[in-house]
DNA sequence: GAATTAATTAAACGATCAGTTAATATAGGT
DNA sequence: ACCTATATTAACTGATCGTTTAATTAATTC
């Protein structure tokens, strides 16, 4: 009976193979619970590796999951780097919500309970670019009439963000209680209801 | 020098003061903080007691979570029990989040984050309610040829109830972000601007 | 091939957690 | 006046938390 040595560096093992694979533990897990409810030890376990590679690649808990809020505002501020007509933004953050299930809630969870700092930084790295990509454009359409006179630019984008954000949060509420299974439903099909409502209304007239 | 004696039951007390104090205290973090990151210690200080009375009056740390919970449910619940057309239910339960800021944050994150047996009774409880209250109005109103024929009755629904409360949920990037103050704005105004856009859409034509 | 650096684990650390127990003091009923 | 139920605190318990340290092995450098 041999009892096998762990021990020490491994052989042949590629470099940051345990750096990724500690990622993508801590993505599922943090995606799914808080930050607080989810330990080092956990994450760990679920990666294969001892707790204390965490500290070894990543300084504290707090840095791996820095790490992996990088790796969702850097694609979100891709999207918003450019102008883009409010249909546009549905379509195309539609899509990205549908593909990527787990950012919302981990936003939902940096910006509506998270540390007042982060919350800071978040602003100011979107607030910029939402400004211009998205406010702008529909204040402009107000003014030309494109869009109702009477509205509120600030409330009318809130409303588009909302529109396009909450099905995605409210996920296992549409499903138990409505029925509504995004996944079955498709990117495309939800896009363009959330295009023809926020266009139309519900109005027949 | 005396020193104070503070153990044993203490003289003149109304009952079910501490019990009160206990649920403010905890209503104030829960609302910000997640259910690991309160700690009953903390939640006695801020009520000025002894940790062991969460235990004397709730069984433990969860029962008092419930125990607010349940006061956000009741009310909620109250507002759904009746068959409300859509303009009713944004008029009301704009007022009501305006009056009770901390619901949203607080229902979402068990919606999103919670455990999924909570979940199950939530979605138990106001399944029903939400479908005869909410739903069939608009199944009826799509029928009847007031709203657009080709509006899916539950995608609409979840798109208003987005609407609603998306507001409140972003409500710190509205106000960085957007320089919108929800309480300057006030609920007359918010669920009028809701109203229009969910009846009209933004379309000019 | 010796010395150094990199990667990994096991074990232990001090802090903090939720929850329990025992002691104590008052209130209220008899 | 006495008893019992109620309310409260201090001190404790065992578990778990994030983090650190020491030992160990492989890879790299010289």
Redesign the interface.
């Known amino acids: 009976m041999s009892k096998q040595r762990t021990v020490g560096r491994p052989s042949g093992r590629p470099p940051d193979q345990v750096r990724e694979r500690l990622m993508q533990a801590a993505r599922a897990l943090f995606a799914?619970?808080?930050?607080?409810?989810v330990s080092v030890k956990r994450i760990a376990r679920e990666a294969g590796v001892n707790g204390a590679m965490i500290h070894y690649y990543f300084g504290d808990k707090r840095g791996l999951y820095l790490a992996i809020a990088e790796e969702v505002l850097g694609p979100l501020l891709e999207h918003l780097s450019t102008r883009a007509e409010?249909e546009d933004f549905i379509r195309g953050y539609t899509e990205a919500l549908m593909a990527n299930p787990w950012w919302p809630?981990f936003l939902?969870?940096e910006?509506?309970?998270g540390a007042d700092d982060f919350?800071?930084e978040?602003?100011a790295r979107?607030?910029e670019r939402?400004?211009s990509g998205l406010?702008a454009p529909i204040a402009r359409?107000i003014e030309q009439?494109?869009?109702?006179?009477?509205?509120?630019p600030?409330?009318?984008?809130?409303?588009l963000?909302?529109?396009v954000?909450?099905?995605f949060?409210?996920r296992?509420?549409?499903s138990?209680?409505?029925?509504?299974e995004l996944d079955e439903l498709g990117a495309a099909a939800?896009a363009r209801?959330?295009q023809?409502?926020?266009?139309?209304?519900?109005?027949?007239e």
């Open positions: 799914r619970n808080e930050f607080t409810a409010p809630g939902l969870r910006v509506v309970f919350r800071a978040f602003a979107f607030g939402v400004r406010l359409r009439g494109e869009m109702r006179a009477e509205l509120d600030r409330l009318t984008l809130l409303s963000i909302g529109l954000v909450f099905p949060l409210a296992p509420l549409a138990r209680v409505l029925g509504i939800l209801h959330t023809n409502l926020f266009r139309h209304g519900v109005s027949d």
